[in-house]
C-alpha cells in the first residue's frame, strides 16, 4: 500500500504537469487532527480547474493515479440525477487499497468551495489564488443548535414517518416498513445530536451519519439506540418503533428545556394511539 507520504506527492504531481489544474486542495479527515488516522481514510482532493469541459473531455488521465479497481463518475450517472453545478466529482479504489475521492471544481466556483468547509489544506496553488486557509477547524461541521421551526419539524417527521412505519407492518410489508423505520431513527439521531451538543455548546463534529455520536452517549443511551435495530420481523420492528418513541419524546423534552424551545407533548397523542403505543 503507497504511504501518504507518496499519495500526496503523485497527486501533487499530476496537477503540476496539467495546466488546466490550477491548485489542489484536501478536505476530510486527513486534515482533521481530531480524527484518529488509519489506512481506510480516504484521500478527499480537490483540483481546482480553470475549465472543466476541457478536463472531462477525456478521463485517461486519471489513470495516472494507478490501477483502480472500481471508479464511479457520480456526475455521468443515470442511477442518480445530477446535482452539481461546475464540479465533478470522482471517486477511485485502488488495487494497493488507497481511495481518493477527487473533485473538479471550476474556478469560477473557487470562492463558493472556500467558504463551505472550515477543513482545508493547500497542496498546490500556481498562481497565488488562495489566501492563507490552511485551517484545521471543525466548525462548518459542527452540529447546529436547534430553533423553534427545524426543531417543530423534526417532531412532526418523526411521528408522521411512524404512521408509515406501521402501515407497513399492518400489512405484512416489512422492507417498506423498516425503510420507514430507519427515516425515524434518522430523525431520532438528530434529536440525540443535539442534545449532545448542547453540553459543548454546538461546538462539536459528530461526522458522516453521525458515526461519532455513540462515542458520547452514556452507556444506557448506546443500548437503547442499538436496540433499535431489528429484523425483518413483525414484532422487533414494531418494539423498536416504540423504544424510539420513548427515547425521542424524553431527548426531544430534554432539549426543549436546555434550548427555550416549545414541545406540547400531547400534541401527537392521537398520532401514538394510531400506531398503538401505550405508555
Sequence with gaps: MRTEEEMIK?????????????????????????????????????????????????????????????????????????????????????????????????????????????????????????PDINNTSESTHWVNKPYQKIFDECINEFYWISTYVMKGIWRNELMYSIDYLNICRKMLLTMLAWDVGEKFNFQINFGK???????????????????????????????????????????AVSISKKCELNYDIARYSEVKKYIMYND
Excluded at 488516522?37 to 480553470?50: A, G, L, R, S
Excluded at 445530477?82 to 471544481?105: G, K
Excluded at 452514556?218 to 431489528?230: G, V
Design 10 to 130: 503523485l497527486i501533487i504531481k499530476i496537477a503540476e504537469y496539467d495546466d488546466n489544474i490550477v491548485a489542489v486542495c484536501m478536505n476530510g479527515s486527513r486534515v482533521n487532527d481530531n480524527v484518529p488516522t488509519d489506512k481506510y481514510q480516504d484521500f478527499d482532493i480537490v483540483y481546482i480547474v480553470e475549465n472543466l469541459d476541457d478536463i472531462i473531455v477525456d478521463l485517461e488521465w486519471i489513470n495516472q493515479f494507478g490501477n483502480s479497481i472500481i471508479t464511479q463518475f457520480p456526475e455521468a450517472q443515470d442511477l442518480y440525477p445530477s446535482e452539481l453545478e461546475e464540479r465533478y466529482p470522482i471517486l477511485m479504489l485502488f488495487d494497493d487499497y488507497n481511495r481518493i475521492d477527487l473533485t473538479l471544481i471550476s474556478k469560477n466556483k473557487l470562492s463558493e468551495y472556500l467558504s463551505e468547509d472550515s477543513l482545508i489544506k493547500v497542496l498546490l496553488d500556481k498562481y497565488n489564488l488562495l
Design 209 to 251: 451519519n453521525y458515526k461519532y455520536l455513540p462515542n458520547y452517549l452514556e452507556k444506557e443511551k448506546q443500548e437503547k439506540l442499538i436496540s433499535t435495530y431489528p429484523h425483518l420481523n413483525n414484532n422487533e420492528i414494531q418494539e423498536s418503533l416504540y423504544k424510539m418513541v420513548d427515547m425521542f419524546d424524553y431527548i
